[in-house]
């Protein structure tokens, strides 16, 4: 978890190295970055529930589609739709019914039957095709006949409407038809603020897809990130363009916690300074090599659980906060040197 003003990632090599990977470095952590905090805003928008990716026909481009797969489970997500992420990365993968597949067919239940038999494991029945509430009937019906065969529904999925409304119809019907155990899944153009008023709404859903807003962060899709020469030859070097000033010199972010263990500040300062707090950067790479005792795909996401749990209470609420990152004495007074030299 960092904040504005903070370095994420500090490269040390001959200067040819170092720019022949600027472009790619930048483009693999700006996206994943963009990605993962608007999967931890949904996160925090929707506690407790499992929320799965479904946004790889949204993405720009393939690759987009598959690391936002990553980026989002590191944030918090369950799981994603894109079996490509499952095969690269371990990501777990969530099959979806389509409403093609019913529409395919001249009668519903008949598309549910076909459905359950062709994916029994996990099964969960597209239920808004053409009436979410009939449909939701179709299946109270349904389940028994199923459970004679050994197949058990899951859940039902609504993708479309008023989804709180539909899942609250959807609920009654289910547990008056003795269907108290199955799930509902909402999908349909989600995204946190979406999230937040089915929370608040305490509408009876028990998991989310999410995918067009999520794989292309469709409210902020930039961050400002940038990769510049801060040290040359064993020289601090500072860029003083007009808006994009940078803090020469190799630097360190610390990090204090209040006393019930959340972020209380942070402090960016020259990395040769000690200070009390925790240091928040350390070695990935050295000659090139990747180091072997990196975090994996699951340490990273128990990682980014904790981190999200120590947000202070205004960030983990989604409301405006001025999270304090202050630039050490020292870091200032170099820059102010450098400034003096070159006139």
Same mark, same amino acid.
């Given at each position: 978890?960092?904040?504005?003003?903070?370095?994420?990632?500090?490269?040390?090599?001959?200067?040819?190295?170092?720019?022949?990977?600027?472009?790619?470095?930048?483009?693999?952590?700006?996206?994943?970055?963009?990605?993962?905090?608007?999967?931890?805003?949904?996160?925090?928008?929707?506690?407790?529930?499992?929320?799965?990716?479904?946004?790889?026909?949204? #993405?720009?481009?393939?690759?987009?589609?598959?690391? +936002?797969?990553?980026? !989002? /489970?590191?944030? *918090?997500? %369950?799981? =994603?739709?894109?079996?490509?992420?499952?095969?690269?990365?371990?990501?777990?993968?969530?099959?979806?019914?389509?409403?093609?597949?019913?529409?395919?067919?001249?009668?519903?239940?008949?598309?549910?039957?076909?459905?359950?038999?062709?994916?029994?494991?996990?099964?969960?029945?597209?239920?808004?095709?053409?009436?979410?509430?009939?449909?939701?009937?179709?299946?109270?019906?349904?389940?028994?006949?199923?459970?004679?065969?050994?197949?058990?529904?899951?859940?039902?999925?609504?993708?479309?409407?008023?989804?709180?409304?539909?899942?609250?119809?959807?609920?009654?019907?289910?547990?008056?038809?003795?269907?108290?155990?199955?799930?509902?899944?909402?999908?349909?153009?989600?995204?946190?603020? #979406?999230?937040?008023?089915?929370?608040?709404?305490? +509408?009876?859903?028990? !998991? /989310?897809?999410? *995918?067009? %807003?999520? =794989?292309?962060?469709?409210?902020?899709?930039?961050?400002?990130?940038?990769?510049?020469?801060?040290?040359?030859?064993?020289?601090?070097?500072?860029?003083?363009?007009?808006?994009?000033?940078?803090?020469?010199?190799?630097?360190?972010?610390?990090?204090?916690?209040?006393?019930?263990?959340?972020?209380?500040?942070?402090?960016?300062?020259?990395?040769?300074?000690?200070?009390?707090?925790?240091?928040?950067?350390?070695?990935?790479?050295?000659?090139?090599?990747?180091?072997?005792?990196?975090?994996?795909?699951?340490?990273?996401?128990?990682?980014?659980?904790?981190?999200?749990?120590?947000?202070?209470?205004?960030?983990?609420?989604?409301?405006?906060?001025?999270?304090?990152?202050?630039?050490?004495?020292?870091?200032?007074?170099?820059?102010?040197?450098?400034?003096?030299? !070159?006139?």
């Amino acid at each position: 978890m960092f904040f504005p003003d903070e370095p994420i990632l500090r490269v040390t090599a001959p200067l040819p190295e170092a720019q022949f990977v600027e472009t790619r470095l930048v483009n693999l952590l700006h996206f994943q970055t963009v990605v993962a905090s608007k999967a931890a805003h949904m996160v925090l928008a929707a506690p407790g529930k499992p929320l799965i990716d479904y946004g790889l026909r949204r #993405a720009h481009g393939a690759e987009a589609g598959v690391l +936002a797969a990553r980026a !989002s /489970y590191i944030a *918090g997500f %369950s799981g =994603t739709a894109t079996v490509a992420a499952g095969i690269a990365f371990g990501v777990p993968v969530y099959g979806t019914m389509a409403h093609f597949f019913v529409q395919a067919h001249d009668d519903e239940v008949l598309a549910f039957e076909h459905f359950a038999h062709s994916h029994p494991k996990g099964l969960v029945l597209l239920i808004d095709t053409y009436d979410t509430e009939r449909a939701a009937g179709r299946v109270v019906a349904l389940a028994p006949r199923l459970a004679r065969k050994g197949l058990t529904i899951s859940g039902v999925r609504i993708d479309s409407g008023d989804l709180g409304q539909h899942a609250a119809r959807v609920r009654r019907i289910l547990d008056e038809g003795g269907l108290q155990s199955i799930k509902i899944v909402a999908s349909g153009g989600l995204d946190e603020n #979406a999230l937040l008023e089915l929370s608040r709404a305490d +509408a009876p859903i028990d !998991s /989310y897809g999410v *995918g067009t %807003s999520l =794989t292309t962060s469709s409210d902020d899709p930039a961050l400002d990130c940038a990769y510049k020469l801060q040290e040359y030859a064993g020289t601090a070097r500072r860029k003083r363009s007009e808006g994009k000033a940078t803090w020469p010199g190799r630097k360190q972010v610390w990090r204090w916690y209040d006393e019930r263990g959340r972020f209380a500040r942070d402090l960016v300062s020259l990395a040769d300074n000690r200070h009390q707090g925790e240091p928040l950067l350390g070695p990935a790479m050295r000659g090139g090599q990747r180091l072997p005792d990196l975090p994996d795909l699951t340490a990273s996401r128990a990682q980014a659980k904790d981190q999200l749990a120590r947000l202070p209470p205004s960030l983990a609420r989604l409301k405006t906060y001025n999270y304090p990152v202050q630039i050490g004495v020292p870091l200032r007074e170099l820059a102010a040197t450098l400034d003096r030299r !070159s006139g």
